[in-house]
């Protein structure tokens, strides 16, 4: 079967480092060109893989059958939306957005051009992670759980690869939040209720309440003091206490969303991490962002 040519919008560190590689390497995919915000990191991120830089993302559009995002969630809504329209695929970055409106207005586009979508949520995609949820999701009888996000890699004085005005602005919540909430709903269930309070700096803690009568909760931070830092997901039941291994790359990881949107666009079989349950996502983080002090 002909490759997917697939377009990418953005060129971070993100899209440098893992997006465009992971394009290139893909025996499935042709990079069909590339835009972004800043003409000459566009213009250098093309020349090195061989492809075309776009002044025009609609023109990206048009020269691709599927698009890869690699921008801030508010930048990736709107431009989603409008690719979708153009009858591209997407694979898209989480969360896809920070508002439920927009979210909503990007999973009817979708839906509406009767196009693929895969969220990359990077512990669904990461081997032993990944692993370890669909087993996990196929157990029965779990009472509780809790994920902790004690991140400590965004640096305000922009020494990090990952500072980026909207992670200061939105905090862990939404960047971390949607890494604890993809592990959660597929072993837990749909969240039916949420309560949110806010700690020091950024960290915000949530309870949530799932539809199989699970409860669990989450601390999410970007700012945690780098010794006090850490990932921790636990679950308890029937079964037993069981926590998430750690492992598995964010290359690898995106090469294997890579391969779920090629499978995706080519069966027309939705996957589980489609831009609905980016949506859903969405829907709970505002709830919870709803409940916090303004700022």
Do not use: N
């Amino acid at each position: 079967m002909k490759r997917l040519r697939m377009g990418l919008v953005g060129t971070g560190s993100w899209a440098s480092a893992t997006h465009a590689p992971a394009l290139a390497a893909h025996p499935d995919v042709e990079i069909s060109g590339i835009w972004g915000r800043r003409p000459d990191a566009t213009a250098e991120l093309a020349s090195a893989h061989a492809t075309t830089a776009y002044a025009d993302v609609d023109a990206l559009f048009a020269a691709s059958d599927a698009v890869a995002f690699a921008v801030p969630p508010d930048v990736q809504a709107p431009l989603a939306t409008r690719a979708a329209a153009a009858g591209c695929h997407l694979l898209l970055d989480k969360p896809v957005a920070t508002t439920a409106a927009a979210a909503r207005d990007l999973a009817a586009a979708a839906e509406g051009a009767g196009v693929a979508s895969v969220v990359f949520f990077t512990l669904r995609f990461a081997g032993p992670t990944s692993a370890w949820v669909a087993e996990q999701a196929a157990t029965e009888g779990w009472f509780a759980g809790r994920a902790d996000w004690y991140g400590s890699f965004y640096a305000a004085d922009g020494t990090s690869p990952f500072s980026s005005p909207w992670r200061a602005r939105r905090g862990g919540l939404w960047d971390v939040g949607p890494h604890a909430l993809s592990v959660l709903l597929p072993v837990l269930g749909d969240v039916t209720g949420v309560t949110a309070a806010a700690g020091k700096a950024d960290l915000v803690h949530l309870i949530l309440r799932h539809g199989t009568g699970a409860s669990s909760t989450a601390a999410l931070s970007l700012s945690t003091p780098a010794k006090a830092s850490g990932v921790t997901v636990e679950l308890r039941g029937e079964a037993g206490t069981v926590r998430m291994p750690t492992g598995g790359g964010a290359l690898d990881a995106f090469h294997r969303a890579l391969d779920a949107l090629v499978e995706s666009a080519r069966s027309g079989r939705p996957h589980a991490c489609d831009v609905r349950f980016g949506l859903r996502v969405t829907e709970i983080l505002a709830l919870a962002e709803e409940q916090l002090p303004a700022g």
